[in-house]
């Protein structure tokens, strides 16, 4: 019989933090809807480096609430998943620090940057967003035959965010060569999912689609997420 699947949750936890406390709710509702079995486990980033044994765990979910204690640690692990082909989630500032660790290792843009984290940044490609999101509610347009429109079965969606920076649109050409790929934007034609090509699953989503469980909801991305695990022994 299988074991549960074990994912890292890669932030700094705090019980303050609405989707700190909805994530492992969020996996639960998942894993039933799943049929697999999952245990979350935190992963302060100020743990995580280069040489981070990550063999005990089957997949890895980069959180909100950043900046990090440790922004190099989480994109170490955002790495490492990217690379290793470990099925990664990221939501919020896992999203933008998704971005960040595609363009500096895999683009060569080592100077890209949270201007959260470094207002001076020479090169700010995760920005604050033109209209502030902290609990809003929109309109998401996915991609035709993306992964992400393949979970939700349809095209179009309505999510809920907490946040106040996205992505640079000056910098959205980067993600129009290569395998990390737009799969989702607003109505304006922002970028609100990215998802890597030929991944067992690896994808990043402004929004917070934890935040449906907090109504006990499970959410179409969270459970392609937990199917995507491969669980052996």
């Known amino acids: 019989m299988n074991r549960a699947a074990r994912i890292g949750l890669i932030g700094d936890y705090n019980e303050q933090v609405a989707a700190h406390i909805a994530i492992p709710q969020?996996?639960?509702l998942a894993s039933q809807a799943a049929g697999?079995?999952?245990?979350?486990?935190?992963?302060?980033?100020?743990s995580?480096?280069?040489?981070t044994d990550y063999s005990s765990l089957d997949g890895l979910w980069c959180v909100p609430a950043s900046p990090y204690a440790n922004m190099a640690g989480a994109l170490d692990a955002i790495r490492f998943?990217?690379?290793a082909n470990l099925p990664f989630f990221g939501t919020c500032g896992g999203f933008q620090h998704a971005l960040i660790e595609h363009a500096r290792n895999v683009l060569g843009e080592k100077e890209a940057d949270h201007a959260e984290s470094n207002p001076t940044a020479s090169f700010p490609l995760v920005s604050p967003l033109a209209c502030p999101l902290k609990g809003a509610t929109g309109r998401v347009l996915l991609k035709p035959?993306?992964?992400a429109a393949s979970s939700y079965g349809r095209l179009e969606v309505e999510e809920t965010y907490n946040c106040n920076y996205g992505l640079n649109p000056q910098f959205r050409s980067l993600l129009e060569h290569g395998r990390l790929r737009v799969a989702?934007?607003?109505e304006n034609q922002e970028v609100r999912i990215v998802e890597l090509d030929h991944h067992p699953f690896f994808m990043a989503t402004l929004f917070q689609p934890e935040r449906s469980a907090l109504k006990g909801s499970a959410h179409p991305l969270i459970i392609e997420f937990v199917r995507s695990l491969a669980v052996l022994g």
């Not at 697999?36 to 302060?44: D, I, Q, T």
């Open 26 to 28: 969020a996996l639960q």
């Open 48 to 51: 995580l480096g280069p040489q």
């Open 81 to 83: 998943a990217r690379e």
């Open 184 to 186: 989702g934007w607003d």
């Open 36 to 46: 697999r079995k999952v245990v979350p486990v935190w992963l302060a980033t100020t």
């Open 145 to 147: 035959h993306s992964r």
